[in-house]
T-cell receptor, first 118, second 117 residues
Framework: AQKVTQAQTEISVVEKEDVTLDCVYE???????LFWYKQPPSGELVFLIR??????QNEISGRYSWNFQKSTSSFNFTITASQVVDSAVYFC???????????????FGTGTRLQVTL | GAVVSQHPSWVICKSGTSVKIECRSL??????MFWYRQFPKQSLMLMAT?????????EQGVEKDKFLINHASLTLSTLTVTSAHPEDSSFYIC?????????????FGDGTRLSIL
């Protein structure tokens, strides 16, 4: 069974602080993909990043960076110099190779609500 | 690219009414779409996988007669909440992949807030 754990329910930071959102996953598959999505107050989910299980290189995109460590089954997300517009709920998700004839599903974590204040 | 449009964005209706929600892929074709439900401050729960031209696959515990899914074309899936009751009030979100491979990201619609009075 697949499982994604985001232990941090809510985080509150002051603008310009760095913040790391934790994600720990469980899977028996050797091939899988991890995703991060952002859900602002308006409700839509915005895709941020995808990472496959064979690529442990860290990735940086502007103020966003991701640290994938298979040894600890973690895929953490760091926002550098946070801004008020970063306030949202962030979801980590896991996708694995589906059984033949079925569509692969996303298993979501419970999300971390990030509040960035002035 | 990869835009998913969902309509309506907000519905308020009386108990017993049936409500139809549309999910469209605007710039790509989607053989598979997904329907999720999200309660306030909770995660997304997959309700069903919508397959173009065939029956939807429902997750355990989801009533297929209550939540009717139709995926009649490669760009449109609909979710009908039949005889809706207050406990059906929730945020419903659809998604689709712009490429069929299982490792591609799902792109989400803006969601529909359903309130049953």
């Amino acid at each position: 069974a697949q499982k994604v754990t985001q232990a941090q329910t809510e985080i509150s930071v002051v603008e310009k602080e760095d913040v790391t959102l934790d994600c720990v996953y469980e899977t028996r598959d050797t091939t899988y993909y991890l995703f991060w999505y952002k859900q602002p107050p308006s409700g839509e989910l915005v895709f941020l990043i995808r990472r496959n299980s064979f690529d442990e290189q860290n990735e940086i995109s502007g103020r966003y960076s991701w640290n994938f460590q298979k040894s600890t089954s973690s895929f953490n997300f760091t926002i550098t110099a946070s801004q008020v517009v970063d306030s949202a709920v962030y979801f980590c998700a896991l996708s694995h190779s589906p059984d033949p004839g079925t569509a692969s599903k996303l298993t979501f974590g419970t999300g971390t609500r990030l509040q960035v204040t002035l | 690219g990869a835009v998913v449009s969902q309509h309506p964005s907000w519905v308020i209706c009386k108990s017993g009414t049936s409500v139809k929600i549309e999910c469209r892929s605007l710039d790509f074709q989607a053989t598979t779409m997904f329907w999720y439900r999200q309660f306030p401050k909770q995660s997304l729960m997959l309700m069903a996988t919508s397959n173009e031209g065939s029956k939807a696959t429902y997750e355990q515990g989801v009533e297929k007669d209550k939540f009717l899914i139709n995926h009649a074309s490669l760009t449109l899936s609909t979710l009908t909440v039949t005889s809706a009751h207050p406990e059906d009030s929730s945020f419903y979100i659809c998604s689709a992949r712009d490429r069929p491979a299982w490792n591609q990201p799902q792109h989400f619609g803006d969601g529909t807030r359903l309130s049953i009075l």
